[in-house]
């Protein structure tokens, strides 16, 4: 059982910058390709970034691309999303989750979820 823990949530104004992170623990990090989503109140949980195990193929979506970069680091069982140049529309609940295999931007092919932080931009 994997058990995932997000931190790094705050309001910061438009253009600012935050870096989230995300704890492994309870299984082998490296088995496990790993995702950070998010999700606005009224809207459906959407992908944003994804690296697969090794951390050498990351993939992002159009919204984020340029800005967010995703990284892990498996000696310490992290992976991170920097998100830079902030905007409203990216306030929002971030999760990461972890899969089996290559990442994927497919939300249910997920297995392992944390239980989100807060990311607000505003001014």
């Known amino acids: 059982q994997v058990h995932l823990v997000e931190s790094g949530g705050g309001l910061v104004p438009p253009g600012g910058s935050l870096t989230l992170s995300c704890a492994s623990s309870?299984?082998?990090?490296?088995?496990?390709?790993m995702g950070w989503f998010r999700q606005a109140p009224g809207k459906e949980r959407e992908f944003v970034a994804g690296?697969?195990?090794?951390?050498?193929?990351?993939h992002y979506a159009d919204s984020v691309k340029g800005r967010f970069t995703i990284s892990r680091d498996n000696a310490k069982n992290t992976v991170n999303l920097q998100m830079n140049d902030l905007k409203p529309e990216d306030t929002a609940s971030y999760y990461c989750?972890?899969?089996?295999?290559?990442?994927?931007?497919?939300?249910?092919?997920?297995?392992?979820w944390g239980q989100g932080t807060q990311v607000t931009v505003s001014s």
């Open positions: 989750a972890a899969r089996r295999g290559g990442y994927s931007a497919n939300v249910p092919s997920y297995e392992y």
């Open positions: 690296i697969n195990w090794y951390g050498t193929k990351m």
């Open positions: 309870g299984g082998t990090f490296t088995d496990y390709a």
